[in-house]
């Protein structure tokens, strides 16, 4: 039998931080985050077929589409030789099965970057309940949530006017955030493998929340992880901060300024039970504890 490769699965709603954490993790020494696996099908189409437009967004953090770098045609040679291996065709097609394919691919980037642990960042829960049910995996859950006022006014300001975006909106993020943190806080938070994180406590004291995800794992924080932008990194997808230099760590409190009177009080009540279980101020104010 193959033997199980770690996984550390971040859980969340996208706006909630998950691209920094993910940069933070995947720049300790033996943690590689290649950031959104589940798309993964996508660029493995692009080594074979030419006429496949892949735009600017779909660039590996290091600046370069997928079919160009250097590091990802490593992993395409060490995916063939592992499937090879196994007597399988590689395939990627669906995003969230979670197969030998997938197997393949996480083992041929651990042999390429020569850590121990994958990060994955994919946030998506059916793709994490199929780790969870595969024996090739074992996974740490790593719950990310955010105060669902900033997630809420982040995606609304980013969307278009079109109808199609309507599930965008202030109001319906804020019903999506407490359904799907609330969910999963039942679901996974009794599982030994369960840790759950505020966005705001780890901008605030980065070290002593990044301490205690590694701890969990039997490993100890490295200072460098806090300067990731220096480190060259292999992400797909994620938040644009992944390509800039020189970050600095803190919160993004716009939010606070930027929300009327009458969206932060209605998505206060709209919130109430997610605001309390999370430990989230009903007051405008910095969600530190």
């Known amino acids: 039998m193959n033997a199980p490769i ?13 691209t920094l954490l993910d940069l933070i ?42 079919n160009e770098c250097d590091y990802w045609s ?11 291996e196994l007597g399988i065709v590689p395939s990627f097609n669906s995003k969230e ?9 996480m083992k041929a980037v651990l042999k390429v970057s020569e850590k121990k642990i994958i990060c994955d960042s994919s946030k998506n829960l059916f793709r994490l309940k199929n780790y969870l049910k595969s024996e090739l995996f074992e996974v740490f859950i790593l ?5 669902g006022r900033a997630v809420a ?9 079109s ?4 599930q965008y909106s202030y109001f319906n993020i804020l019903k999506r955030w407490q359904k799907f943190n609330i969910n999963n806080y039942l679901s996974f938070s009794n599982f030994n493998n369960y840790f759950c994180l505020r966005y705001e406590d780890l901008v605030n004291d980065p070290p002593h ?44 409190s716009s939010y606070l300024e930027n929300l009327s009177h009458q969206e932060w009080w209605l998505g206060t009540l709209l919130t109430a039970s997610g605001l309390r279980l999370f430990d989230y101020s009903i007051q405008r104010k910095y969600q530190l504890k």
Not at 210 to 216: A, D, E, R, T
Request: aromatic share 10%; net charge positive.
């Open 6 to 18: 770690k996984v550390i699965y971040i859980l969340s709603l996208g706006h909630s931080g998950s």
């Open 97 to 105: 099965e979670i197969d030998q394919n997938t197997y393949c691919l």
């Open 163 to 166: 109808e199609k975006e309507a």
């Open 25 to 66: 993790l995947g720049s300790h020494s033996q943690i590689e985050s290649v950031g959104e696996i589940m798309a993964f099908g996508k660029y493995w189409k692009s080594f074979s077929d030419n006429s496949l437009t892949l735009e600017d967004k779909d660039r590996c953090t290091c600046g370069f589409h997928v």
């Open 143 to 147: 719950h990310l949530v955010r105060d």
């Open 153 to 161: 006014y982040s995606w609304a300001k980013k969307r278009t006017h």
């Open 209 to 252: 929340i990044v301490s205690k995800i590694l701890k969990k794992n039997s490993l100890e924080f490295e200072s460098d992880q806090l300067q990731f932008w220096k480190l060259k990194h292999h992400n797909l997808y994620g938040n644009r901060m992944r390509r800039r230099s020189n970050q600095e760590i803190k919160i993004d």
């Open 74 to 84: 490593k992993v395409r040679y060490e995916i063939e030789a592992n499937c090879e």
